[in-house]
C-alpha cells in the first residue's frame, strides 16, 4: 500500500488508477449514503478522489489509508449538497426522543432495500443521519461540520428516524419487499 501512495506523491497514472480500483467500491458505498442516486454517487465520488490525488502527499501513512479516504468522501459529500444547496435545516429543538423501531422488520431488509429508503430522505435528514448513525459522529461534532446548532442537529437525526420508520413500517406491511416511490415522505404530502 504504501508504495502505490508513493507512487501517487509521484504522480505516476499507474498508481493512481490501482488506487481508484483497489477503493472504487468502498468509496462510492460512502457517496450512495448521501447522494440521491447512483449518477451523482459517482460524481461526489470522483471529487472525492481528485482531492485525494491532490492532497496524497499530506497522508499520514502511519495511520488507515481507508479512514482518511472516508472522511475526505464524507466531507467532499457534504460539500456538494452545500453546493447543490439541498441542505437545508429546520427546527431547532435541544430535547428529542428517539423513535424505537422494530428490529423484526430491519432485519428483514437487504442492504439495497435500506440504502434506497436513505437515498429517499430529503438531504439535511440523511446528511445528519448517515453522519450520526454510519460515520459515529456526535452531535456536537455534526453541528459543526454543518455549521447548525446541535439541538438542529437531534431534531434532524429523529425527524429521519421517523421518516425510517414509516416507510419500513409501511413497505414490510404492505407485503412487498421493495420500496412504493409514490409513498409520500410525510404525512401531510
Known amino acids: 500500500m ?3 501512495i508513493a507512487g501517487c506523491c509521484r504522480k505516476e497514472r499507474s498508481s493512481q488508477e490501482a488506487l ?3 477503493f472504487f467500491g ?3 458505498s460512502i457517496c450512495l449514503r448521501y447522494a440521491q442516486n447512483r449518477e451523482e454517487a459517482v460524481e461526489i465520488m470522483n471529487d472525492g478522489f481528485l482531492k485525494i490525488f491532490q492532497h496524497i502527499h499530506s497522508f499520514d501513512t502511519s495511520r488507515s489509508f481507508k479512514t482518511w479516504l472516508a472522511k475526505i468522501m464524507v466531507n467532499t459529500s457534504i460539500d456538494f449538497l452545500r453546493s447543490k444547496k439541498k441542505l437545508v435545516f429546520v ?3 435541544s430535547q428529542v426522543p428517539e423513535p424505537g423501531t422494530d428490529e423484526k422488520i430491519i432485519d428483514k431488509l437487504s442492504y ?3 440504502l434506497k429508503h436513505v437515498q429517499a430522505l ?3 435528514y440523511k446528511t445528519v443521519f448517515n453522519l450520526y ?6 452531535h456536537q461534532e455534526i453541528a459543526a461540520m454543518l455549521r447548525i446548532s446541535e439541538g438542529t442537529s437531534k431534531s434532524n437525526l429523529f425527524k429521519a428516524k421517523k421518516i425510517l420508520k ?3 413500517t409501511k413497505s414490510s406491511t404492505s407485503g412487498t419487499n421493495g420500496i412504493d416511490l409514490n409513498m409520500p415522505l410525510y404525512k401531510n404530502e
Open 2 to 4: 504504501n508504495d502505490l
Open 20 to 22: 481508484y480500483r483497489n
Open 26 to 28: 468502498y468509496g462510492l
Open 91 to 93: 427546527d431547532d429543538i
Open 112 to 114: 439495497e432495500e435500506l
Open 122 to 124: 430529503p438531504p439535511a
Open 133 to 138: 448513525i454510519m460515520e459515529g459522529f456526535q
Open 166 to 168: 414509516e416507510r419500513i
